[in-house]
């Protein structure tokens, strides 16, 4: 029987316990069909198949991991930082028109305007306050351009795996983060994201969905914005 610690935990963090657990899956579900398919492959090639662990620290599994990743977070990131300064009439996902920019020390509650409950540094002014200010999109900048890094680290020994095996010479970083394969690979997952996000907040003018706070309450007319469910 579960106590009413455990049971409030559990639902106060099930939308972030419900992701990790379809990302564990999915990223499980990745590792087992690329390694299937790599081993297929192999075999087509008329080489020996490897082990699932030496799957697993190979820059074919690490590349698609990180092209993924950087792409997703660069998502974030253009989102959380283009919305402080762009509006969509009638989208959930757009501040109120005229709200446009970093807003004020009121109604951000930061310095003076800092009430009990406020995080610490948002009271504390100066380069604290800045930085915590701008933590969210920095954050994710940084993980956006460390896994972009991991992209072009995993995605040169692939690329170079593949040229020894057909006999051509290998190349150098500085060469593959300008060739047609990085970038191929990292434009066909960020135009995806572009047009998810894009079509996320026109549908989201028209559309609802009820109870969500991704969405307006079912009975709100079109043109109002940045009213959530």
């Known amino acids: 029987m579960r106590t009413p610690r455990e049971s409030s ?13 379809l990302f ?3 990223l499980v579900g ?10 297929e492959q192999q075999v087509t090639d008329g080489l020996a198949k490897i082990s699932l662990a030496r799957y697993l620290s190979s820059s074919s599994f690490g590349v698609d991991v990180a092209e993924n ?3 997703e977070y660069l998502q974030f990131l253009l989102y959380v ?6 509006v969509q009439r009638g989208s959930p996902e757009s501040k109120e028109l005229g709200k446009e ?17 406020s995080p610490r ?14 933590s969210l999109a920095a954050t994710m900048g940084a993980i956006f351009v460390g896994s972009w890094l991991a992209q072009s680290v995993a995605g040169v020994a692939a690329f170079n795996e593949e040229q020894i095996n057909q006999l051509q010479d290998p190349i150098r970083w500085s060469q ?16 995806s994201e572009f047009l998810a996000v894009g079509s996320f907040a026109i549908l989201a003018v028209f559309l609802r969905q009820r109870g969500s706070p991704e969405s307006k309450p079912v009975g709100e007319p079109h043109e109002k914005t940045g009213v959530t469910g």
């Open 30 to 39: 990745q590792a087992l069909t690329g390694w299937a398919l790599f081993n």
């Open 24 to 26: 564990l899956v999915a």
């Open 176 to 191: 593959y983060v300008f060739s047609a394969d990085f970038w191929n690979r990292t434009l066909q997952n960020w135009q």
């Open 121 to 134: 540094w948002s009271a504390t002014g100066g380069l604290r306050t800045l930085v915590y200010s701008n």
């Open 69 to 71: 990743w950087q792409s």
């Open 9 to 21: 935990f559990w639902r106060e963090n099930g939308l972030s316990l419900f992701f990790g657990l």
């Open 81 to 86: 930082w283009l919305t402080v300064w762009f």
């Open 101 to 117: 920019g970093t807003e004020s020390d009121e109604e951000q509650k930061v310095g003076k305007h800092a009430d009990s409950r």
